[in-house]
């Protein structure tokens, strides 16, 4: 039987849960040329909900380009991402390859592009762009947009780009968020989807003042599913393989997550995993919390043990005694620590997005999972086991 969960990947189809009115309202603003910004603590499926919008985007007949600057650690790597994401939606709105190489030209007056195709049979290709040499980074970034955004005006369309990873571009090279803007700024055809994963980095480049992309797409924060939706999803997966769940026991896992996706499906993996029988009992779902907090333990471990000992005090604060809007001196004579080292912990947690100050300004730790994960290392004395 195959497990009819998947995480920490891009989800569509089947896999993909609700987010009926999230795709409504992002394909509303950005078929009608409005840019946004689009943020959530990790894994939330801010990816995935624009997989599934471009599917939205394509019946309206306007051209999607997907550039994930994820694996970006060079500015040449950046330019061509982002040109071979502008040729591959002209490709597919001419469906054609051919078509392309005879009118690239047309439009991209400095770049040429290179076509490789995978030996695997399927057709599928890559887009290899060869950035003028004599040209600067700025003027190949502009000849991507820019020849996109005259192919849109010939062809009387209009195109949405999602910059996915987008706080990747500020490690990259300082100087790129002010040309990435001035560029952007003249494409009048081109509706752009900032995403990333680093909430508090991406928030910034769009709310501070200062910055050159001030105020200049609307901030969508997308939110946890719906428990009934979760639930349902729940269900039907288990179904699909003839393993039956209560209603109570699908809205419990649903209400564990807190209507956090990946969590979801991450959990009811691990429920399939020590399935015995065709039905999900009470026993299992406790046991699959504990199994998803082991299998969690290498990358979570490794959040918490890279922290400064102050923040790795505070975070262990938080997961004991959280949400906490003032912390009492008692708390903090537990770990002999002053006011100045509490303030200057909390201000990096903060931007490092483990922590948030949220209602009635109380302090908590993002990650659930995480801290249930310190709580049990706690209790354990160090060690997780199952
Ligand atoms: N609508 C959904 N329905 C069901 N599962 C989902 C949905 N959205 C996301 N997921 C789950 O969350 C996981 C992560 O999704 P995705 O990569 O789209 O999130 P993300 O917010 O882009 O993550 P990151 O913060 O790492 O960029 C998926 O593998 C899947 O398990
Ligand atoms: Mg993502």
Known sequence: MANPFRFGQVVSGELFCDRKSEIKQITQDLSGGQSIVLFSPRRYGKTSLLKAVSKELKSKRILYGHVDFFACNSTEKVVQAVSSAAAKAIINDLKSIEKFIKKSAQFFTRTRFAIRFEPNGTGSFTVLPELSPQATSVDNLSDALVGLNSYLRKSKKRAVVVLDE??????????????????????????FAFLGSRMHLLQDIFINEKRPFYHSAKLIELGPI???????????RFKKIGVSISEELA??????????????????????????????????????????????????????EELPIRESQVMTLLAEHGPIAKFSSKMLYKYDMGMPSLHKALSSLIRKDLIIKGQAK?????????????????????????
Not at 166 to 191: C, G, M, W, Y
Not at 260 to 289: K, M
Request: proline share 2%.
């Open 362 to 386: 109380k302090y908590f730790i993002i990650d659930k999972f995480l801290a249930e994960w310190i709580r049990e290392v706690l209790k354990n004395g160090g060690e997780l086991k199952y």
């Open 251 to 304: 809205l419990r896992i649903a209400n564990k997550v807190e209507g956090h996706p990946d969590y979801a499906q991450r959990l009811c993996s691990h429920i399939f995993d020590s399935l015995e029988s065709n039905t999900v009992s009470e026993e299992l779902v406790e046991a699959g919390v504990l199994r998803m907090l082991v299998s969690l333990t290498p990358s979570l471990s490794g959040i918490f």
């Open 226 to 236: 719906a428990q009934h939706e979760l639930t349902k999803f729940i269900k039907t």
């Open 166 to 191: 987008f706080q990747q571009i500020l490690r990259v090279n300082s100087n790129l968020e002010a040309e990435f803007r001035t560029i952007i700024q003249q494409q009048d055809r081109i509706a």
